[in-house]
């Protein structure tokens, strides 16, 4: 999700999970750029936050977990966090800042997930599930490794973002991937997600047996109107990222499960 030279602010969090995403290839200089930026520090990563509440003990898996600065803070909240993400380059710098305390995998979500069932209390997706065209197999997967009435809390590209901005569209209840290019020190990286109109969204999370909890859009944090002007003013008045919390219902009372 990275502030970066020819994009608007809203580039994702967690390393990709296509094939034009290659996060290896400029991982240091992802890092470096999201560390402290407008987007990550002060409105992606609160919000995701937010959302997570108090997570003192809670185990919670980053899907996704790029360099690892979401799972420093919820481990800095007191949760039992493990890590997976798809580029080695990205857990590399994640173990670089986290250490032996929080557990790292190689993994993508388009595959098992090596976890036994219910092993987490809440798995955070943070800009991670538009790397994918099918939700579905991810999806379940995600709920497989929730225990019963855990939390998924999951944010993508707006559709606004992903139908007006970035590669507009004249459909917008079609499922389309997009390209574009971010630049790094004058590199230009290519890179692909996948979009698709809000009920399809929700629709896919309700296939999977989800219960919906919240769907929000937030405002930056306000210690952002004096650091980032305005960048503030841009990202207070115009949707970047929608955020989910599903919940993998418990079974019901007499139930097989």
């Known amino acids: 999700m990275a502030h970066l030279t020819d994009v608007p602010e809203n580039a994702p969090e967690a390393a990709g999970l296509a094939e034009a995403n290659d996060y290896d290839g400029f991982a240091e200089e992802y890092a470096a750029e999201t560390e402290n930026n407008l987007v990550n520090a002060y409105y992606a990563r609160p919000a995701m936050l ?7 003990g809670r185990r919670i898996l980053d899907a996704g977990c790029g360099s690892g600065s ?3 803070a919820l481990r800095d909240r ?12 990205m857990l590399a710098l994640a173990r670089r ?11 993508d979500l388009r595959d098992p997930l090596p976890f036994d069932d219910g092993a987490f209390d809440d798995v955070v997706a943070s800009l991670v599930l538009h790397y994918l065209e099918d939700w579905g197999p991810a999806l379940a997967e995600i709920r497989r ?3 019963p009435g855990g939390r998924l ?3 993508v590209d707006h559709p606004i973002v992903a139908y007006t901005i970035r590669d507009p569209r004249p459909d917008y209840f079609a499922t389309t991937s997009y390209a574009f290019h971010w630049t790094f020190n004058g590199r230009s990286v290519p890179m692909r997600f996948w979009r698709r109109p809000l009920h399809a969204m929700v629709d896919a999370f309700t296939s999977a047996g989800y219960r919906l909890s919240a769907i929000s859009e937030p405002q930056p944090d306000p210690a952002a109107r004096e650091l980032f002007p305005d960048g503030f ?3 207070s ?7 989910f919390v599903v919940e993998a219902p418990a079974p019901a009372a007499g139930s097989a499960g």
Request: glycine fraction near 10%; aromatic fraction near 4%.
């Open 97 to 107: 800042r986290l250490g032996d305390v929080v557990a790292l995998h190689l993994a």
């Open 145 to 147: 490794v929730l225990r």
């Open 78 to 89: 007191g949760a039992v966090v493990t890590g997976i993400d798809v580029s080695a380059g």
């Open 70 to 72: 979401l799972s420093a």
């Open 153 to 155: 809390i999951a944010s």
């Open 237 to 243: 008045t115009k949707p970047n990222f929608l955020f």
């Open 233 to 235: 003013h841009d990202l």
């Open 50 to 56: 937010a959302l997570a509440g108090n997570v003192a």
